[in-house]
């Protein structure tokens, strides 16, 4: 008897994991639907809503009967749906930093490259093309941006709290994608000057985000490729945000070092990451990230704290210290200083 409960667990344990596309298709669906806005913050009948998204009746029906299981929606007759108060404070657009529609579109776009993870795996090549995100495709960069968006506006929080930039009047955030974390460290600096430097559409996403915040700093949007141009200027504090795992070692430790002359003696780089363990095998969200560089990137993979400190070291900047956020933050960040003399 015992023995056949283990092999039950064991049944459970994978069917889990592999059942887990299931739940995650269905709320895909609604939001490649917008449904979450259709219905916004009253109720719509089944009838309504298939003329909003143009769908047969009958088989949106069962789509949203599944919402309602999954308690993404609620229903009292199966005819009439309304948001579920859960996905009300997070999935309605106008829901401030609390909105991860964005991102949770952006984990659709992983998971049809992962996908085909066992053709990275073999091919040693990514399954999408890397460039359509990155700048090659308005509507994708866009959509990638945006999501970044939505997965910093909590983060950049954090960071503002346990990054202190008392000591900088001028930053430069390498790679700034939507700019949230610089806002956020504007916010809590204003005196602080901003520096955005990203691909020119990456920038245009930024300007509007911009805009959601009431900013008190000098703002500069730098566009510029740092795998093919010069970086310009001197700061007192550059950051460096989830970036360096889409470039990989070799690049990672060309533009650490190239970053030495960017940073004003005495100031300080800051690389923000989601750091896998030292033994690689660990914490689940760096794991994955690092699974998906192998599938959106060329080079990218994911790097531990100890390697990354490596680098910085082997750079010229001293004075390494470790930071992480609370609990519930997958990033936290080192910080190194360019020594003055």
Not at 98 to 125: E, I, P, Q, S
Not at 129 to 152: I, K, N, Q, V, W
Request: aromatic share 8%; proline share 5%; glycine share 8%.
């Amino acid at each position: 008897m015992e023995k056949r409960l283990d092999t039950i667990k064991d049944q459970v344990f994978v069917l889990s994991i592999a059942e887990g596309f299931f739940g995650a298709s269905v709320l895909f669906a609604l939001l490649r639907l917008d449904l979450f806005s259709e219905i916004g913050d009253g109720q719509k009948t089944v009838s309504e809503l298939a003329s909003a998204v143009g769908a047969p009746p009958e088989y949106l029906q069962r789509l949203l009967n599944a919402g309602v299981m999954l308690d993404l929606l609620e229903s009292d007759d199966s005819i009439g749906f309304r948001l579920s108060p859960r996905c009300a404070s997070v999935l309605v657009p106008g829901s401030g930093e609390r909105y991860l529609g964005d991102w949770v579109r952006n984990l659709d776009m992983f998971r049809h490259a992962l996908a085909d993870l066992d053709r990275a795996v073999t091919n040693g090549a990514p399954t999408v093309d890397p460039s359509a995100h990155l700048g090659s495709s308005d509507e994708e960069t866009r959509d990638f941006t945006l999501a970044m968006h939505d997965y910093a506006a909590f983060r950049g929080a954090e960071l503002a709290r346990f990054l202190d930039t008392s000591d900088a009047s001028s930053l430069l955030d390498l790679g700034a994608g939507p700019g949230t974390y610089a806002f956020h460290l504007g916010l809590a600096n204003p005196d602080l000057e901003l520096n955005l430097l990203d691909l020119p559409g990456v920038l245009e996403v930024a300007r509007e985000v911009e805009t959601r915040y009431d900013l008190k700093n000098r703002i500069n949007y730098l566009p510029v490729d740092v795998t093919i141009e010069p970086i310009p200027g001197q700061y007192d504090l550059v950051l460096v945000s989830n970036t360096l795992h889409m470039l990989g070692e070799m690049e990672s430790r060309k533009l650490i070092s190239r970053l030495k002359e960017n940073v004003n003696p005495g100031g300080s780089l800051v690389i923000q990451a989601q750091y896998l363990a030292n033994h690689h095998m660990g914490g689940r969200w760096p794991v994955f990230l690092d699974l998906i560089q192998m599938c959106i990137t060329d080079e990218g993979r994911n790097h531990t704290e100890a390697e990354t400190r490596e680098w910085m070291h082997e750079a010229g900047f001293r004075d390494i210290s470790y930071a992480p956020m609370s609990l519930v933050n997958t990033n936290s960040f080192l910080r190194g200083y360019r020594p003055s003399v």
